[in-house]
């Protein structure tokens, strides 16, 4: 899911990024990328904390449960770089699969 609507679009975290995206999400490196990694957006926080769905910042960035200064919730049009109106990401991608990875410990599987 990740693939499809983070990496696979051009401007976003694949493999024609545009200058301000540094997350590489293309499956062959997205949990090197993101589990254990601290996020330099949210204190405290790690983009994906093994275990602890609250302390993911990949979690807020998808649900929009952002903090003033923390950006723009994701994912965006890559067209418009805003928002789109709806979530192109299903929300039992997020809470039916994601936050119980997470809750397991990430593992690399």
Request: proline share 11%; charged share 25%; hydrophobic share 40%.
């Amino acid at each position: 899911m990740l693939d499809l609507h983070c990496a696979s679009a051009e401007g976003c975290h694949g493999d024609r990024p545009t200058d301000s995206v540094e997350l590489d999400l293309r499956p062959a490196v997205s949990w090197h990328a993101l589990v254990g990694r601290r996020s330099i957006i949210r204190d405290g926080g790690q983009l994906v904390a093994p275990g602890d769905a609250a302390r993911s910042f990949l979690l807020a960035k998808l649900t929009g449960e952002l903090r003033y200064g923390e950006g723009k919730p994701m994912p965006l049009d890559p067209q418009t770089g805003a928002p789109p109106a709806r979530n192109p990401l299903d929300p039992a991608f997020v809470d039916g699969v994601l936050r119980p990875w997470i809750a397991r410990g990430a593992p690399e599987d």
